[in-house]
Every structure is written in structure tokens, then in C-alpha cells.
């Protein structure tokens, strides 16, 4: 019995280590991709925002639509950018949690202020919450999905943990 309770304290910390080993670098790389989806929406350049994206990225937005595809999350950027061209993005935080050494669930908290709705009538500054399953493609983290939650005007949440 103390064999097996040892034998599996090991093995759980060989797996917990491994797991931390080759996350520093990679979870600096995850993390530039919420620095790189502000630069690139600040510049309103949609092309840069599909950028890091795998080709069969999924993507829902806050209004529940789903997009399909790099070139198709860039396309729908790109068509509605009338109602973010002035608008202004602030990452506040980033958390990134290793499902595996190639995948990782990342949770990106943001404001937004200066965007309108469709007709042009300007919005309250506003947050909300992204959900991104990243993976490691030929040594690249890319998001292959995401998930944006609109808070409204509501106040943020405590930071997370």
C-alpha cells in the first residue's frame, strides 16, 4: 500500500513538473496573443487580428454568432468594422491553464469603449470575458477557439485567480 501511495506521488509529480517545465516560454507566447488581438484591434487592422488563428479556428462572438475559419473570422471583423473603428480595447487580464504541453484554456478579461451599434448610435464602454482553447501547431500556439462573453456596462469582476 505505502509502494502504491509513493509510486503514485511520484508519478504525479514527474507529470505536474513536466507539465511547468515547458510552460514558461510557452505561456509568455500564449500570452503575447492577447497583446497581439489588442495591438491589432486598436489599429483596426482585421487582418492582423485572424491572424493568429488556425485556418479552422472556431469563433462566437458576444452576439452568439459562430464563425468559421480563419479567413471567415477576419471577413466578419472586417464587415463590421464601421462599428469598432473608433473604438479603443484594453486587455486587463490574462490567465492560461495547461490541458496538455500542446493545449490550453485561456481566459482573456477586457474593456472596450468607443464602439456604436449597427445603425451608428454610440455605445457605454463595456467588458466582458474571452475563452480561448489554444494548441501547439509546428511549434506555434494559435487559437483554435473562441468564445466572447459580453459583460454590458456592468462593473469588472474581482481579478481572477
Do not use: C, Y
Not at 459562430?66 to 468594422?81: D, M, N, P, T, V
Not at 449597427?118 to 501547431?137: A, C, L, Q
Amino acid at each position: 500500500m505505502k509502494f502504491l501511495l509513493k509510486t503514485s506521488l511520484i508519478f504525479m509529480a514527474l507529470v505536474t513538473a513536466s507539465l511547468h517545465a515547458q510552460s514558461s516560454g510557452d505561456e509568455a507566447r500564449i500570452r503575447a496573443l492577447a497583446t497581439h488581438w489588442e495591438s491589432a484591434w486598436n489599429r483596426h487592422d482585421m487582418k492582423a487580428l485572424a491572424a493568429p488563428f488556425t485556418d479552422d479556428a472556431d469563433f462566437v462572438n458576444v452576439g452568439a454568432r459562430h464563425w468559421k475559419g480563419r479567413s471567415e473570422i477576419e471577413a466578419q471583423h472586417a464587415a463590421r468594422l464601421h462599428q469598432f473603428v473608433e473604438s479603443t480595447w484594453a486587455t486587463r487580464e490574462v490567465t492560461v491553464q495547461f490541458l496538455s504541453p500542446n493545449i490550453s484554456l485561456v481566459h482573456v478579461s477586457w474593456d472596450l469603449k468607443g464602439d456604436k451599434d449597427p445603425d451608428g448610435t454610440p455605445r457605454e464602454p463595456r467588458g466582458g470575458v474571452f475563452t480561448w482553447v489554444v494548441v501547439k501547431e509546428r511549434g506555434e500556439w494559435l487559437i483554435r477557439a473562441a468564445q466572447n462573453t459580453n459583460r454590458g456596462n456592468l462593473p469588472s469582476p474581482p481579478a481572477m485567480k
